[in-house]
C-alpha cells in the first residue's frame, strides 16, 4: 500500500489519526460529533474527485451532480415515492444511478479536453440541478425535500444497527471512509489505475502505445461518479434532507477548493483538504458575516503562493529544517 | 401562434443575443489570447450593472454614467492584470479556475458590503421612453432596440478592430502564437493589458447598457456567466466570430424555450449545447 503509506513516520500519523476518529464520538459532544462525520462524508466526496483530478488529470466542474444526485435518489425512494427504506438497497441504487448518468454524461464529455473539459462538465452538471431544481415528480423545488426518517438496516428480521443514534452513525461512515481509502489505494495499484496515471502524464503517449485511453477515461468518470453518489447519498442521510444546492456548481467549486486545499493527487489529500475546509469555513463565518470576502481572499492567497496545498506545506517545511547527522 | 408575438420574442432573441456576445467575447478572447479561463468574468458583468446604478442616481444622466462606467471599468482591468492574472499564465487550469472562483467571492461580498444586495432599477432615459408600435396591436420599448443598436455597433466596432487594425492583427496573433509575438519584439504584456481591459469593459458595458431594461440583482453575475460559458462552449475557445453566432443561437434557445416549454425552460441552452457537442466537440469555429 505504498500510497496509502509512504513511511514509518506516515503509518504513526495515520494509526493517531484513526484512533483519534475512533476515539472522539466517546467525548459525548453530539453536535461536533455530527459535524466530524459531515466532514468524513465530505472527505468522501473530495477523495472521489482526486481520482478524476488528481490521478487522472481530468478536471471536472461539475461532480456535484453526482453528490446531490446520490442525496435524491434516497430522497426519491425512500421519502417521495416510498418504494424501499432499506439501506442496503437504498444505497445500492444510490451507486448505480450515479455511475450509470456519469458513464453516460462520460460519452459526451469526454470528447472534450483541457478548458473545454471544464466548462461542459460545468454546463452538463447545471442539466441536472435544473432537473432536481424545477421538475416536480423529482422533488423539484428550490427548497429541496425534508426526508422521512434514516434508512433502515433491517434485514429481514435482524435489525444490525440504527442510524438514528449520531454516533452509530458516525462510525458507520468512519468504516465506509476507510474501506474508500483502502479501494482506492487497491485501485490506483492495479492496471486501470497505473493507465490513468499515465494519462495524467501524457495522454498522446498512452494512445501512441496502444491504450483506449477514452475507454480508461469513462472508466475512471464512471467510477468517480459512483463513489460521489455514495458520499451524496450519505450526506442526505445525515441530514434527513436534501437540496438542489447539492447539486450546484458552488459545490463543485467547494470540493475542487478541498482538493488543492489538501493536495491533488495525494490519497490523503481529499480528507485533509475536508477537514481543512470545513474548519476554514467555521472558522471564518464565526469571525466575521463577510466570510465569504475572507475566504475568497483565503483562496487567492493559497492559489498563488501554495498551490500545492497543505500536504506540500509539509514537504517545504521538512526543507527548512536541516537534517543533522551523526 | 401569432405573428406580433414571434416577433417580439425575435426582437428579444436578437437583443439577448447581442448583448450575450458582449459578455462572451471578452471570455474568449481572454481564454484565446492569454489562455486564462476567467470565472469572475460574470462579476464584471454584475459590476457594470451596479456601476451604473450608481453613477446614474448621482448624475441622472445615462451616456454620462456609461462614459465614466466605461472608463472605470478599463482602469479596473488594467490593474487586475497587473496584479493577478498576469500571474495566472503560467498556472495551470484548475488554479486558475480556483483563482477566479475565489475572486468571484471577493467581488460578490464587497458588492454586498458597498451597495447592499438589494435589486434596484434603472431610469430609462427620457427620450428612450416610448413604445414603438408592431401591427396593431402590439408595441415594443424602444430601448431594448436602442440597445441592440448599440450592441450591435460594439460588435461591429470590435470585428473591425481585430479584423482591420494593428493592434488587432497583434491580438490574433498572441491567439495563435503567443511565443512568436514575443519573439518579434512586440510588448506582449501590455498587448495581454489590453485585452484583458477590453474583455472587462465588454462585459462591464453589458451590464451597464442593459441595467435600464431589466433589474439590477445580485445573481445576474452568476446566471451570464453560465450562458457565457454556454455560448463559448458551442461557439469555439478564442473565436469571436463563433461567439457571435453562439450567442444568437443560444439566444434563440432560451427566449423561444420559455415560449414553448416553460417548464423546462432551464435545460433548453444546454440541450442545444449538447447537440453541438455532439457534431463538433470543440465548438462551431476552432480559433
Redo the contacts between chains.
Keep these: 500500500m505504498s500510497s496509502l503509506v509512504k513511511s514509518p513516520a506516515r503509518a504513526v500519523l495515520i494509526a493517531v489519526f484513526f484512533a483519534l476518529l475512533a476515539g472522539f464520538p466517546q467525548l459525548d459532544q453530539e453536535f461536533y460529533t455530527e459535524l466530524v462525520t459531515r466532514v468524513m462524508i465530505l472527505s468522501m466526496f473530495a477523495i472521489s474527485l482526486d481520482l478524476l483530478v488528481g490521478y487522472t488529470g481530468l478536471i471536472s466542474f461539475g461532480h456535484a451532480a453526482w453528490f446531490g444526485m446520490g442525496g435524491y435518489v434516497f430522497a426519491l425512494l425512500g421519502s417521495k415515492y416510498q418504494i424501499t427504506d432499506s439501506l442496503w438497497l437504498t444505497l445500492s441504487a444510490a451507486m448505480l444511478v450515479t455511475a450509470a448518468a456519469a458513464f453516460i454524461v462520460g460519452l459526451f464529455v469526454l470528447r472534450t479536453r483541457g478548458m473545454f473539459f471544464i466548462m461542459v462538465t460545468l454546463a452538463f452538471a447545471q442539466i441536472f440541478y435544473f432537473f432536481f431544481h424545477d421538475v416536480k415528480a423529482l422533488g423539484g423545488s428550490s427548497d429541496g425535500m425534508n426526508l422521512r426518517g434514516k434508512p433502515s438496516t433491517a434485514l429481514g428480521g435482524w435489525v444490525p444497527f440504527e442510524l438514528t443514534d449520531t454516533n452509530t452513525m458516525y462510525y458507520f461512515v468512519l468504516v465506509l471512509m476507510a474501506v474508500l481509502l483502502l479501494f482506492m489505494a487497491l485501485l490506483l495499484r492495479s492496471p486501470l489505475g497505473r493507465a490513468l496515471q499515465g494519462i495524467r502524464e501524457n495522454e498522446h503517449r498512452m494512445e501512441a502505445i496502444g491504450f483506449p485511453v477514452f475507454r480508461y477515461k469513462l472508466a475512471a468518470f464512471t467510477i468517480a461518479g459512483g463513489l460521489a453518489g455514495l458520499a451524496g447519498y450519505l450526506f442526505a442521510v445525515l441530514n434527513s434532507a436534501v437540496n438542489p444546492e447539492m447539486l450546484s456548481w458552488h459545490q463543485s467549486a467547494d470540493v475542487l477548493l478541498m482538493l488543492i486545499l489538501g493536495g491533488m493527487g495525494q490519497l490523503w489529500g481529499g480528507l485533509v483538504g475536508a477537514f481543512t475546509f470545513v474548519l476554514l469555513q467555521e472558522l471564518l463565518s464565526s469571525f466575521t458575516k463577510l466570510w465569504h470576502l475572507w475566504l475568497g481572499i483565503a483562496i487567492v492567497l493559497i492559489v498563488l503562493f501554495l498551490p500545492g496545498g497543505m500536504i506540500s506545506l509539509a514537504e517545504r517545511m521538512k526543507t527548512l529544517w536541516p537534517r543533522r547527522h551523526g | 401562434m401569432d405573428l406580433a408575438l414571434i416577433l417580439i420574442q425575435t426582437l428579444n432573441a436578437v437583443q439577448y443575443g447581442l448583448l450575450l456576445f458582449l459578455v462572451a467575447s471578452g471570455l474568449t478572447l481572454i481564454?484565446g489570447v492569454m489562455g486564462v479561463?476567467n470565472l469572475a468574468h460574470g462579476s464584471f458583468y454584475m459590476m457594470g450593472a451596479y456601476l451604473a446604478f450608481t453613477l446614474a442616481s448621482l448624475t441622472g444622466n445615462l451616456f454620462v454614467t456609461i462614459v465614466v462606467g466605461t472608463v472605470l471599468s478599463v482602469v479596473l482591468g488594467a490593474l487586475l492584470e497587473w496584479a493577478?492574472f498576469s500571474?495566472l499564465y503560467q498556472?495551470n487550469?484548475?488554479?486558475q479556475?480556483?483563482?477566479t472562483?475565489?475572486?468571484?467571492?471577493?467581488?460578490?461580498?464587497?458588492r454586498?458590503?458597498l451597495v447592499g444586495n438589494e435589486v434596484h432599477s434603472v431610469q430609462v432615459p427620457a427620450w428612450l421612453d416610448f413604445s414603438v408600435p408592431l401591427g396593431s396591436v402590439m408595441t415594443y420599448p424602444a430601448y431594448r432596440l436602442f440597445m441592440s443598436v448599440v450592441c450591435l455597433v460594439v460588435a461591429l466596432g470590435l470585428y473591425l478592430l481585430i479584423q482591420r487594425t494593428k493592434v488587432g492583427a497583434r491580438i490574433r496573433a498572441g491567439a495563435s502564437n503567443r511565443g512568436m509575438v514575443q519573439v518579434l519584439g512586440i510588448d506582449i504584456d501590455w498587448l495581454f493589458r489590453l485585452v484583458f481591459s477590453l474583455g472587462v469593459a465588454l462585459a462591464a458595458f453589458a451590464g451597464m447598457i442593459n441595467a435600464p431594461a431589466s433589474a439590477v440583482s445580485p445573481g445576474m453575475g452568476m446566471q451570464v456567466l453560465?450562458v457565457s460559458?454556454?455560448v463559448?462552449?458551442v461557439g469555439g475557445?478564442g473565436s469571436v466570430r463563433g461567439a457571435l453566432l453562439a450567442s444568437l443561437l443560444i439566444a434563440f434557445a432560451d427566449t423561444f424555450g420559455k415560449v414553448f416549454v416553460p417548464?423546462?425552460a432551464?435545460?433548453a441552452i444546454?440541450v442545444v449545447?449538447?447537440g453541438i457537442?455532439?457534431w463538433r466537440?470543440?465548438?462551431l469555429f476552432k480559433s
Design positions: 481564454f479561463i493577478l500571474h498556472r487550469h484548475l488554479q479556475v480556483l483563482l472562483y475565489g475572486l468571484i467571492l471577493i467581488f460578490e461580498e464587497l454586498s458590503v453560465i460559458f454556454v463559448v462552449i475557445i417548464d423546462y432551464g435545460i444546454y449545447m449538447a457537442l455532439l466537440p470543440e465548438g
